[in-house]
């Protein structure tokens, strides 16, 4: 008997989306047996630090930090070398997988991505983590200063489906977001490419999304499920599709599609899943913890508790 679960059609994973909750079990047993295979029972955690709060002149519609949004958000320029290498210091103690950094912002002067490398490096000295930074588009002078100062791997999402992107974005394109992922992987970079559900698209959307991720063999997905915020263009966004099962299945789908990647449960586990994190983890093998870029979570102990209590085992590195 072929299996159901492999070679999917962006039809087939459409269906998974939609199917009835009570074949989720099945679903579940199948993302498991492709996460057990590639990452054991491991977990990694994940630590992420707000190195550019808001000020943002890009027009997102779930984003706290957008200049648009009428959020209630600590702003700031470049986080001082001391915050960042506290949390380094902290990734370190609790021997966490990597450090993310955030920077609010699409484009930035040389003399910012010069200030914000030279704060990279004393970080790599001092902490030796891996770092990955979330830093909006980069020409490729600006990407090999941040590659030199030992950044190995970017984060940049495309959020959601390129159909449904003008009803969330207007000041920029997927296509552009398309062409800077693409220019950092051809200068070597290693790429953490995810999304947000629940901005109000359909099934189909969050299918193209993960279609054209898998397309871009990232290492890591994170996936986020959306937190509406007061004073963001989504503060009234509906979130009743956000049920756990259907966020188990966008989670399990992530899997099916991007078997080797790190799949990443991010912002919205401890709302949508909170009780569920036993299943979650059979399709997913890295969290964050201490909240997220605008929004707090759970902190890293408990997060060590939740995974082991869940019977998996929290991935130290070395
Ligand atoms: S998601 Fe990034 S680019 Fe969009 S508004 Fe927020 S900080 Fe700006």
Known sequence: ???????????????????????????????????????????SIHLLTNARSGNCSQNCAYCAQSGQAKTDIDTYELISCEKLLQDGYLVKEKKLARHCIGLSGIRFSDQEIVAFASEIKKLKKESHTPVCCSIGFLTK?????????????????????????PNICTTHTYEQRIANINMLKEMGFELCCGGIVGLGEKPEDVVDMLFEIGDLSPKAVPINFLIPIKGTALEHQS????????????????????????????????????????WMFYAVDSVFASGYLTAGGESIDSTIKMIEEAGFEYCIEP
């Open 141 to 165: 002078q600006q990407a090999m200063i941040l590659k030199e100062a030992g950044v190995d791997r970017i984060n940049h999402n495309l959020n959601t489906g390129r159909n449904y992107y």
């Open 239 to 278: 979130t009743a599709i956000l049920t756990s099962e259907y966020c188990l299945k966008v989670l399990c789908l992530a899997r099916l599609l991007n078997p080797r990647s790190d799949i990443r449960c991010a912002a919205g586990r401890e709302l949508y899943l909170k009780g569920k994190e036993k």
């Open 1 to 43: 008997m072929t299996d159901p679960y492999i070679n999917l059609t962006k039809e087939d994973a459409r269906s998974i989306l939609l199917m009835p909750d009570e074949e989720l079990p099945k679903l579940l047993e199948a993302a498991y047996t492709l996460r057990k295979k590639h990452k054991g029972n491991m977990v």
